[in-house]
């Protein structure tokens, strides 16, 4: 993930007018340059590109029998436009990639697959959308901005002899859309640490830090949630269902994408029920340790309540002189001793009261 990105929780960021013709693109002022990078591929060679010109896209697509083409930020659209006068794309798929935010999904058009998928990155709650096209010996995919999870899939490529190098356009769609999936795994494993050392702290001093924390990363597990739930049908629509562009083999491999989907959707759900749990543990520990503080006081106060009244007996001002009755103990010799006495002996019995009724354990 970039440096400059922000950790926010964003819904749906449509910029179309509503209202707006179908097909109709508006661009963000302040989005990235795009960029755009292409790689040829096939069994002997491999050419990389790493900024062309959208022009130069059909010399491309007939040199090489597989082409991956990576639209990395969007710019003012005039590469993207450009790409869907180039490749055919549909005006309502290219819609969706303009209206950043959308859900996980795959759609059929006449010559074209698009799947709109949602990649994770370690440490950041935000998911950032990718738009992917495939078509006949071509992938097309549109990033947000720069930094991507492709780094493994682009080093496959560049391996002699690697299945990858020597299969279609639809292994190669496969292969991204597998690191897709599996950058949640890192994201997962990270808030999954966060969570065990919270576990050690509730359990042992916890501090209002914690509950802070656990807030942040329900939230996180909340965002995650959302973008690998949609997930689910798209893998599920690309393995089972028949597609023109996707042959027997490469639906089996994207089978085993949707396992993956399954197993994180359920990594998810444990570390949220964990979080529950953790939070409710802390506000248990923090009541628990107030019972205990209000104990204490109310042990002290109990005890200095009955001293209390003794001294305050003794502290008024009735003059022994005018009657025998008027508080004898002040003309007493030991009346000062047995006073203290008297106050020793009531709190040590209200102690030992409270010790073998076991308030004091």
């Given at each position: 993930m970039?440096?400059?990105?922000?950790?926010v929780?964003?819904?749906?960021?449509?910029?179309t007018?509503?209202?707006?013709?179908?097909?109709?693109?508006?661009?963000?002022?302040?989005?990235?340059?795009?960029?755009?990078?292409?790689?040829?591929?096939?069994?002997?060679?491999i050419?990389?590109?790493?900024?062309?010109?959208v022009?130069?896209?059909?010399?491309?697509?007939?040199?090489?029998p597989v082409?991956?083409?990576?639209?990395v930020?969007?710019?003012?659209?005039?590469?993207?436009?450009?790409?869907?006068?180039?490749?055919?794309?549909?005006?309502?798929?290219?819609?969706?990639?303009?209206?950043?935010?959308?859900?996980?999904?795959?759609?059929?058009?006449?010559?074209?697959?698009?799947?709109?998928?949602?990649?994770?990155?370690?440490?950041?709650?935000?998911?950032?959308?990718?738009?992917?096209?495939?078509?006949?010996?071509?992938?097309?995919?549109?990033?947000?901005?720069?930094?991507?999870?492709?780094?493994?899939?682009?080093a496959r490529?560049?391996?002699?002899?690697?299945r990858?190098r020597?299969?279609?356009?639809?292994?190669?769609a496969?292969?991204?859309?597998?690191?897709?999936?599996?950058?949640?795994?890192?994201?997962?494993?990270?808030?999954?640490?966060?969570l065990?050392?919270?576990?050690?702290?509730?359990?042992g001093?916890?501090?209002?830090?914690?509950?802070?924390?656990?807030?942040r990363?329900?939230?996180?597990?909340?965002?995650?949630?959302k973008?690998?739930?949609?997930?689910?049908?798209?893998?599920?629509?690309?393995?089972?269902?028949?597609?023109?562009?996707?042959?027997?083999?490469?639906?089996?491999?994207?089978?085993?994408?949707?396992?993956?989907?399954?197993?994180?959707?359920?990594?998810?759900?444990?570390?949220?029920?964990?979080?529950?749990?953790?939070?409710?543990?802390?506000?248990t520990?923090?009541?628990?340790?107030m019972?205990?503080?209000?104990?204490v006081?109310?042990?002290?106060?109990?005890i200095?309540?009955p001293?209390?009244?003794?001294?305050?007996?003794?502290g008024?001002?009735?003059?022994p002189?005018?009657?025998?009755?008027?508080?004898?103990?002040?003309?007493?010799r030991?009346?000062?001793?047995?006073?203290?006495?008297?106050?020793?002996?009531?709190?040590?019995?209200?102690v030992?009261?409270?010790?073998r009724?076991?308030?004091l354990?």
């Amino acid at each position: 993930m970039s440096g400059g990105r922000k950790r926010v929780f964003r819904g749906p960021r449509r910029r179309t007018a509503p209202g707006a013709a179908p097909g109709t693109l508006t661009f963000d002022a302040d989005a990235p340059p795009a960029v755009l990078r292409v790689i040829g591929v096939s069994p002997e060679r491999i050419r990389e590109a790493p900024s062309i010109d959208v022009r130069e896209i059909p010399r491309w697509l007939e040199e090489w029998p597989v082409v991956w083409i990576d639209l990395v930020g969007l710019g003012q659209g005039e590469e993207l436009r450009g790409l869907g006068e180039h490749l055919g794309l549909h005006a309502l798929a290219l819609e969706d990639v303009a209206n950043l935010g959308q859900r996980a999904k795959v759609e059929s058009y006449e010559s074209e697959l698009f799947v709109v998928t949602r990649m994770a990155y370690p440490n950041d709650p935000a998911t950032e959308q990718l738009s992917l096209f495939l078509g006949e010996g071509w992938v097309l995919t549109v990033q947000e901005r720069e930094g991507d999870c492709f780094d493994a899939v682009r080093a496959r490529l560049r391996e002699d002899g690697r299945r990858i190098r020597s299969r279609g356009a639809d292994y190669l769609a496969y292969a991204l859309l597998d690191a897709v999936v599996d950058s949640y795994f890192p994201a997962i494993d990270t808030i999954g640490d966060h969570l065990d050392e919270l576990e050690e702290v509730v359990l042992g001093d916890p501090d209002p830090q914690v509950a802070q924390s656990l807030h942040r990363n329900r939230r996180a597990l909340i965002s995650l949630r959302k973008s690998i739930v949609p997930h689910r049908d798209v893998f599920q629509s690309l393995s089972r269902d028949l597609h023109p562009l996707i042959d027997e083999e490469t639906r089996l491999f994207l089978r085993d994408v949707y396992d993956h989907v399954l197993r994180i959707n359920d990594l998810v759900d444990s570390f949220r029920e964990l979080t529950g749990d953790l939070m409710a543990t802390y506000m248990t520990v923090v009541s628990n340790r107030m019972n205990e503080v209000m104990k204490v006081l109310t042990i002290i106060a109990t005890i200095f309540i009955p001293l209390g009244f003794i001294a305050g007996l003794y502290g008024m001002n009735f003059d022994p002189s005018v009657s025998p009755l008027n508080m004898p103990e002040l003309g007493w010799r030991w009346g000062y001793p047995f006073a203290l006495g008297l106050m020793l002996a009531v709190g040590g019995g209200f102690v030992l009261y409270m010790w073998r009724k076991g308030w004091l354990k």
